[in-house]
């Protein structure tokens, strides 16, 4: 390579390439991750797969380990270049098998189940009436508790949002000739603003540690949601080697 930095890079030479191959090859030794052997070492090379057949029967022995979660423990079998497979001793990928004549929702509800949601609405509509007894100057506006119908539009239309980005959420109810007229056929914006404006995936009652408090929870406001997912989840694609 040339010192100049006027001048265009042409590439590495081959030697370039190969010194900064050994390096690296160097590096990976001292960390314990490189290759052991060379290609040409035919029987160093035969030892070693034996070896690593027998490091492989520990680390699935080392799996039966009580309170394990069902993944490898011990890596240093995977980490000197060689592939690591995930043998499962369970069904795992997707478990319920919706047929054709299922609609999109139908696998929607799979993850977010109308009991699920109802949880939501009740926390929601808690939320709200705590508002207007709390500040009932801020809350004029007449509540009623959501429907599970009008939960469902208010997220599948949060959800269509995303794809559909505008400058600010009253945009999507507008009239010009850039209207998209299918949120207003939905549900009214008004109402979608006081849905977002309550809602809720928590107890507002309950006491929860507050920050710099011991046992404080970052994610407290969305934790109920977050665990019921992953609860509703994990039986429908399970991911562990040996739990369904």
């Known amino acids: ?27 990976l030794a ?34 039966d380990a009580p309170n394990n979660d069902g993944w490898h423990q011990v890596f240093d079998i995977f980490e000197r270049g060689l592939p690591h497979l995930f043998q499962p001793r ?82 999507y109810w507008s009239t010009d000739c850039l209207e998209t007229p299918y949120f207003a056929t939905v549900l009214a914006r008004d109402r979608f603003m006081q849905i977002m404006r309550y809602l809720h995936f928590t107890d507002p009652h309950q006491q929860v540690p507050q920050s710099g408090e011991a046992n404080y929870d970052g994610t407290y406001k969305v934790r109920y949601i977050m665990d019921a997912l992953n609860k509703q989840m994990r039986p429908i694609c399970p991911q562990t080697r040996g739990d369904n």
Do not use: H
């Open 90 to 171: 369970s069904n795992t990928g997707p478990q319920n098998i919706l047929g054709p004549e299922k609609d999109t929702i139908d696998f929607f509800q799979l993850f977010l189940s109308d009991n699920l949601i109802q949880s939501i609405i009740e926390k929601t509509d808690s939320y709200a009436k705590m508002q207007k007894d709390i500040n009932p100057d801020q809350n004029k506006s007449a509540w009623s508790c959501p429907s599970l119908p009008e939960i469902k539009a208010f997220l599948g239309i949060t959800f269509l949002m995303g794809i559909d980005v505008k400058q600010d959420i009253k945009s």
């Open 1 to 27: 390579m040339s010192d100049s930095s006027e001048d265009e890079f042409e590439g590495f030479s081959e030697g370039e390439v190969e010194l900064a191959c050994q390096r690296y090859q160097m590096q």
């Open 30 to 63: 001292q960390n314990g991750t490189g290759d052991d052997f060379m290609i040409s070492d035919v029987e160093s090379e035969l030892s070693d797969e034996n070896n690593d057949e027998q490091q492989l029967a520990d680390v699935n022995n080392a799996d």
